[in-house]
């Protein structure tokens, strides 16, 4: 059960380059999340999936798209990489949305915009 | 609006003494509650919630939390702090428009705990 996981672990772009993070849980869970972590700012949601099929937006949406295509998946993408997107992003899951379900975390990308 | 203050952004402490990271919400109506922690270069590790019932929670590693309602506080404990303990800790209430479980974090206290 390796619980979540997150490809890659590190990657740097130039800006205006293009590239999908890979979210993946093994815990049947329904709802994903993706968050950015910034210094100072805690934790911010960019888009969220509450199953399959399905993506929402967060606070933060701007420059991301999102898709689920399978439970188990949870893809971000980057179109047009800018300075701004360079951040250390965090992939969640959970069973349900029920108030007693905790988020579980894969363990990040870091990611730099040149 | 929903948010979530961690009003210090370090805190010291000496091994084997007790250890408090603050947190205040604002929200509407019952608040649920979370905590947890970032050890270097990881992932967010659960460590509570509080959801109903005992204003005391315990969780792992130890910690517990006090839900004091009336000054709208969650603050993280633990009796005698570890070297170990010295991590990021992240206060996390959820949000309630919608039944989406998204997740309001506070912006993260660094406890650095000295041998």
């Known amino acids: 059960n390796a619980g979540v996981t997150q490809t890659p672990k590190f990657r740097v772009l130039k800006t205006g380059q293009s590239m999908t993070l890979l979210c993946a849980q093994d815990?049947?869970?329904?709802?994903m999340y993706w968050y950015r972590q910034d210094p100072g700012m805690g934790l911010r949601l960019i888009h969220y999936?509450?199953?399959?099929?399905?993506?929402a937006k967060g606070e933060v949406p701007d420059g991301y798209n999102v898709s689920r295509l399978k439970k188990q998946n949870f893809l971000l993408g980057l179109e047009s990489a800018a300075p701004s997107q360079t951040s250390v992003y965090f992939c969640?899951?959970?069973?349900?949305?029920?108030?007693?379900?905790?988020?579980?975390f894969g363990p990040g990308t870091r990611l730099t915009v040149l | 609006a929903q948010s979530v203050a961690q009003p210090e952004d370090q805190v010291n402490v000496a091994e084997g003494n007790p250890l408090t990271v603050k947190c205040t919400y604002s929200?509407?109506?019952?608040?649920?509650l979370f905590w947890y922690v970032q050890y270097p270069n990881r992932g967010l590790q659960f460590l509570l919630k509080y959801i109903t019932g005992d204003n005391l929670v315990k969780g792992s590693y130890g910690f517990e939390a006090e839900f004091n309602k009336s000054q709208t506080s969650f603050h993280l404990k633990k009796p005698s702090a570890l070297v170990s303990d010295s991590a990021l800790y992240f206060c996390?209430?959820?949000?309630?428009?919608?039944?989406?479980?998204?997740?309001?974090f506070g912006q993260g206290t660094t406890l650095q705990v000295k041998p």
């Open positions: 815990m049947n869970h329904e709802y």
């Open positions: 969640a899951s959970s069973y349900t949305a029920g108030s007693y379900n905790e988020q579980f």
């Open positions: 996390a209430v959820r949000a309630l428009a919608g039944n989406t479980g998204k997740l309001i």
């Open positions: 929200v509407s109506g019952n608040p649920y």
């Open positions: 999936s509450v199953g399959e099929g399905t993506t």
